[in-house]
């Protein structure tokens, strides 16, 4: 049996997400973004008193233990608001903490998650660096073990909340006979703190695009990293990477779709406000086409998130569904966006309206976490048959709760 509707748990963080964006954040985000000013204490407080933090962690490791589902939602309300609010839920409760959650031991749960899903410690996810993007295995930092150590030296590019996390899921080389020959069973993930010696880390500069939000670099120069911050086994680093990027692109896409609708409802005011011709532009053939593109675009994203998180809540695999959700997402909030400073006319090419935020935030989640050439590249291999998703060690725990409500 299908049910598409919502628990009541799941209108409850829907709505309370709502009221606290609308209150707390919607406000003051247009000067934030002009500043380009990411204002850490109302952002992250107000996230962290609603749980938002530790979202989908369970409540033994300090989370909130609600399932999936409410992930995406948060994701679709956060970025409704402000696409910066949602990359938190990316790289924080997504790619880190689930990765964490599924491939932690005890004490690094205990050492990391806890803080990171009470909200007392945030966390980031270091994978690109300068000459590797798409192509992971191009990657350059290496790790070196001595002694009881792991002694991590590179630089990693592109990083979202580089210069405000306290830990980072970072990516190395450990075996550079497989580095290379690109093979990438020679790739390790590892826990590396801000507070760590010979870490340092910056600001992206001149970026055009989520200004409210904080996107850097971090070096490591000879950094030493005890043996016990190794997530996973040693050579699993890139199916770690892989994992996590199921969980991050699932904030994306959803977070795309909450963008997709901010976009339609500035787009149906303005509609209705402006006129030409003696008629509001509402009444415009070619003005409602873009409307109802944007409705169309909205309700098919939203579909194919929820049924990514509907997946996650069972236990399955969804590398491929959630994939999808987040291509299809992500490029259909861009089509949304230029759409609305269309329809704002010279109005939209002015800070003044929300549309041209809309339109610099969207392009990002176009090139993170898979670009567009990437997502179709693998999609057009699953049909194929060139890819196909093998079992991994360890899989992202179900949620019953989830289950029950939906199955
Ligand atoms: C705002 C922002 C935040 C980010 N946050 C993070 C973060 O927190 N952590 C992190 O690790 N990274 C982060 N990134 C980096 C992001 O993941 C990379 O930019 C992305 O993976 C693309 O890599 P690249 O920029 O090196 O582009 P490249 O890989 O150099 O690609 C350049 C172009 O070539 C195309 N291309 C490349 N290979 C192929 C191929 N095989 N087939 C077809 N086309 C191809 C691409 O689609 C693209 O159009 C962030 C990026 C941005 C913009």
């Known amino acids: 049996m299908i049910d598409f509707s919502l628990s009541d748990e799941q209108k409850l963080l829907e709505q309370s997400v709502r009221e606290w964006g609308s209150k707390e954040v919607a406000p003051f985000i247009r000067e934030n973004d002009r500043r380009h000013h990411f204002d850490r204490e109302r952002i992250l407080g107000g996230m962290a008193k609603l749980g938002l933090l530790g979202i989908s962690v369970p409540q033994e490791y300090g989370g ?5 589902v409410c992930l995406g939602l948060a994701s679709e309300e956060l970025e409704y608001v402000d696409t910066s609010l949602r990359v938190i839920m990316s790289v924080h409760a997504g790619l880190n903490c689930l990765t964490l959650l599924t491939w932690g031991t005890e004490d690094q749960k205990k050492r990391y998650l806890v803080p990171q899903a009470q909200g007392r410690k945030i966390a980031g996810y270091g994978l690109t660096e300068p000459s590797a993007g798409s192509d992971v295995r191009g990657m350059q930092t290496t790790a070196v073990r001595k002694g009881d150590r792991w002694v991590i030296s590179g630089e990693k590019s592109w990083i979202s909340l580089a210069d405000v996390a306290d830990n980072f899921l970072v990516f190395a080389w450990t075996d550079q006979e497989k580095k290379k020959q690109r093979d990438p069973g020679g790739i390790s993930a590892f826990i590396v703190e801000r507070s760590f010696k ?29 043996e016990e911050n190794v997530i996973g086994r040693l050579g699993e680093g890139f199916k770690i990477a892989m994992f996590a990027l199921d969980q991050g692109r699932f904030t994306v896409a959803a977070g795309a779709t909450g963008l997709i609708r901010a976009c339609r409802d500035a787009s149906v005011a303005y509609a209705k406000q402006r006129k030409t011709f003696g008629v509001e532009i509402g009444q415009h053939q070619l003005v409602k086409e873009m409307i109802a593109g944007m409705e169309s675009d909205y309700q098919s994203a939203r579909l194919l ?15 491929r569904e959630t994939g999808l959700a987040k291509w299809f997402a992500t490029v259909a909030s861009e089509r949304a966006a230029g759409d609305c400073v269309q329809i704002h006319g010279a109005n939209g090419y002015s800070d003044e309206y929300p549309a041209g935020r809309f339109y610099r935030n969207c392009k990002g989640a176009v ?19 060139y890819r196909v998703d093998r079992p991994t060690r360890c899989e992202l725990p179900a949620h019953s709760e989830g289950v029950k409500s939906q199955v």
């Open 367 to 385: 090139i993170y976490e898979g670009t567009r050439e990437i997502h179709k590249v693998m999609q057009a291999d699953y049909l194929l048959g």
């Open 305 to 319: 998130w929820l049924r990514s998180g509907w997946l996650k809540n069972n236990g399955l695999r969804n590398t």
């Open 64 to 68: 909130a233990g609600m399932d999936y």
């Open 198 to 226: 010979g870490f340092s880390s910056g600001p992206m500069k001149e970026k055009w695009g989520i200004l409210a939000g904080n996107t850097g670099f971090f070096k490591m120069d000879e950094v030493e990293v005890p």
